[in-house]
């Protein structure tokens, strides 16, 4: 077995340049990236400022009159809805919205916002003072608290109305789509950190995966795409490997191999443990080299780290099985050519089922559901949610996830592996 | 019998590429596949060693079937294909090694059995070197050596000469030679060249169009030609008119022009000289040379196909 990889490393460091562009590539977009999205106002925010004007058209104390009321007359005992009480009077939602707008330091150096009347908004707007309104629709108060805290499912959203698009509004979309996911998010830890309410009370759906690409908090947007880029960037991997077993049918020294009665385990564990090693050390060399350079994850704990080496860890067993499956499949198929293309276009449709194109809020749930099932969806969500929640991220489920994907690559790559050349 | 083929048929898209061929090789034989390009010879080899599935027929190991059991040949066979099978971005040491360690050879003498081979390829001084690096020549040796790492009972060699230097090629006779004296290996040794075969090969095989068109040693061979003369003739001029009017004489078999003369094949004991004179003089020519030449295998084809080995 030790042979195969052996060779397989052997064969991957005569050919340097290519690896090391392999290593390179995602550090070196990653950086881009960042400069460019730098320019839109971290580094210089005079140079945007987007005007906002936030309309309120929730009469927020009479909404939280009528939750108190609503919470009241629940079915509760006097200390869960005591609890339910001050968990309303803590997030009342319209306020959380303004401290978004109005108070947070990283926004308002590049987003001015200010309150208006409807029709003030209006006005504005068509004499191109505004770039967006946020509206925020009567009974909001309300209708949130109740979804979150009671689990009715209401249908209340907050509307925004964008002058024209931008990079800068879509930004802004993404923040206010955060905002609204991070406030099932955030509350649904805090119940369960009080212990003291039941399961039922959570927000229909439960946790939402985060996948937006602007968050000014707890992550930001070059943590997020680090790891969203990177993932997709390793992903190819599996495709280069296999690619290097074109190499070893145009040779013919694939004939050589079967003709010795090698299992196809064997075989497929060079491959398979050099797409690992590989993989693995693709991702810890971006994550370390862009931090050193950048300062992307500066003031994390040694914990968060650690917990990245096995999220990447356990990535880099999944592409491995990839790898394993992609080396079958161009072993069986005639046309190293239309194998590459192959390979090429799953590996794009992961990409875009990951979330690595375009923000995963946008899709239908069925596509949303087969997210949880990419490598790299489940990879950037998880490190998203560890960036956020350490430990408490659901690191057990999304590595066994991960776990099985590679027993199942790996399994098809075995089934796949052609015990004698196919004419 | 170590290898016998019982109507081994391969097709491509419905043709028989291979087409119904029987032939055995015995322990420590040294057996020669003979045959023009496109004649099915490396579809007969791959099948034989388990590389692709027959469309028809068997293939048997001291009797027993290996198409359902692959691993009984693949244990005892050292295939040379005819395509190098090598890592070119590896050396050659490293390639022997690579696959010394797949075929299972044991650590404690993998080592010395490379240096071994790497002699007997003529490689020591350049092992080191990546396979890329080497010519043509240096690359079909170390294509041999690869297969010669767990010392296998039987050798199938699949025209491991093209299109090399004649120094490589002398070496690589040589090396097949010994491996068939001194080590007692069993040699199947396929190619278009038939003075190799004819060196080599105790027994032959000529192979045509997917079948077998004759076998047997040499001697039983050439004895198809006992029927036959092959004469050559020069003369002073020549013309496609001369050729076609030779054809024209009763006992001629077959004329064709070759690099030095005209090659006439005819029926013995007839009195063929007097006719060919007559012929070519009243063509206005003149003939300037003539001898009758001992058939070889060449001929041998050229009388059981009517074209040559390098057609
Ligand atoms: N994989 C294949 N698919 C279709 N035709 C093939 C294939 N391999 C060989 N052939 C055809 O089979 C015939 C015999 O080929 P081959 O066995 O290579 O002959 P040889 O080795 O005697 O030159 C040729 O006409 C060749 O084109
Ligand atoms: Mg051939």
Redesign the interface.
Known sequence: MFSFLKKDLLVLWRDRKEVLIALFAPILLVVILNFAFSDIGVDDPKNIDLSVAIVMEDDAEASMQQIEATIQSAPLSDNEQQTLLETAHAIVPSDLLFELFLDDSDLSQWISAERLTASAAAEKMENGDLDAIVHIPAGFNYDVLMQLLLGEVTDTRVKLQIEEHSLQTDILYDIMDNYLNGLNLHLALDHLAEGNIEGAMLPTGGRELLNDEVEPYPYTFAQYFTMALSTLFALFIASTIASKTATEKRQRVINRIIITNTRPVSFLFGKVTATFFFTLLQLLFVCVIVHLALGIFAGKSIEFWFITVLIITFFSLTVAGLSAMFTSLMLRMNSINLATGIFTMIIMLLGTLGGSFFPIGEMSPFMQSLVEWTPNGITTSLFIEALQYGTDAPLLAAFSKQFLLFILFLLIGIFLFPERREV | MMIETVKLTKS?KGKNVVDEINFYIDEGESVGLLGPNGAGKSTTI?VI?????PSAGDVKLYGKSIIKN??AI??I?G?V?Q????????SAY?NLK??G????VKRSVLEERIQEILDMVGLRERQKE?VKTFSGGMKRRVNIG?ALLHRPKIIILDEPTVGIDPQSRNHILETVQKLNKENGTTILYTSHYMEEVEQLCKRVYIMDHGKIVASGSKTELLNILSSEDTIKIHLNETSDDILKKIQQIESVRHVDETDDGIRIISKKGNNILSSLIHTVESQGAEITNYQIETPSLEDVFLHLTGRTLRD
């Open positions: 491509f791959s060693s388990s590389l692709i599935k692959p691993a693949r244990k066979l295939i294909p395509e190098i099978a090598l890592y070119e971005e590896l490293e690579f696959f360690e797949i075929y299972k990546l690869a």
